[in-house]
């Protein structure tokens, strides 16, 4: 089945700075990834769309300038937290999506980096 | 915009008990999907449905789309240990590119 990776699985840092985390696609071309953010015990809320050779798509409340997508191949996206902060501890996930024959295409998911800014 | 609510938000049951998670989208759905999420990990995919009235069966696991395509449920038959986790659904809107997820049911099963 598809596999995505996600690196790092978890990273401390101190405030101010920034962290980058990388999601791969290993087995299969993903022309678009998907950003998502959980806290605990909650339910993932999608921070932005991320398109190969284009600029993300960020949902409403998602600061771009603070969350920065780059999807430089088919096969890999990186997330970029500028200026860390407390409150962006958090779950990040990233997932790709397979296009199936009915078009609607599944999405496989990344293990996830657990971020904490200290 | 879109929303996909579900129920119930927890459900603890015995061993060997049935289980089941509604989903219930705003808008018509082009397709639904159900994810697991083990404490600890991250979403598994489980299942896609597309076609209005689809029931598809995994085992002890049923998944159904309903008529209108904008609810769905998932029943787990007889429960296990191993069914502990998260389920989440999550909906694609016609036309549209993205998943809203539910958010999520969680499933403790005590031995």
């Known amino acids: 089945g598809a596999v995505v990776s996600q690196h790092p699985s978890w990273v401390i840092c101190k405030s101010g700075t920034s962290v980058k985390i990388e999601c791969r696609s290993l087995?299969?071309?993903?022309?678009?990834m998907f950003w998502y953010r959980q806290f605990p015990k909650q339910s993932l809320m999608l921070m932005a769309t991320?398109?190969?050779?284009?600029?993300?798509?960020?949902e409403q409340g998602v600061e771009k300038d603070k969350f920065l997508i780059n999807h430089a191949s088919l096969t890999l996206s990186t997330l970029t937290v500028t200026s860390a902060h407390p409150e962006d501890s958090s779950f990040y996930i990233c997932?790709?999506?397979?296009?199936?024959?009915?078009?609607?295409?599944?999405?496989?998911f990344g293990p996830g980096t657990r971020l904490t800014v200290t | 915009g879109q929303q996909v609510m579900q129920i119930p938000q927890y459900q603890h049951v015995q061993e060997g008990e049935d289980f089941t998670t509604y989903c219930n989208s705003s808008?018509?759905?082009?397709?639904i999907q159900w994810y697991k999420q083990r404490p600890g990990g991250h979403p598994v995919f489980l299942i896609q449905?597309?076609?209005?009235?689809e029931v598809k069966k995994q085992k002890r696991l049923t998944f159904q789309f309903g008529e209108a395509k904008k609810n769905s449920s998932l029943h787990i038959t007889a429960t296990q240990t191993t069914d502990v986790g998260t389920y989440f659904c999550a909906g694609r809107k016609v036309g549209g590119n993205k998943l809203v997820f539910g958010a999520g049911t969680i499933l403790r099963v005590k031995s």
């Open positions: 997932s790709a999506r397979v296009v199936g024959l009915a078009g609607g295409g599944e999405q496989y």
């Open positions: 991320s398109n190969e050779g284009s600029k993300a798509t960020y």
């Open positions: 449905l597309v076609k209005s009235g």
């Open positions: 087995d299969f071309q993903a022309t678009t």
């Open positions: 808008t018509t759905l082009s397709n």
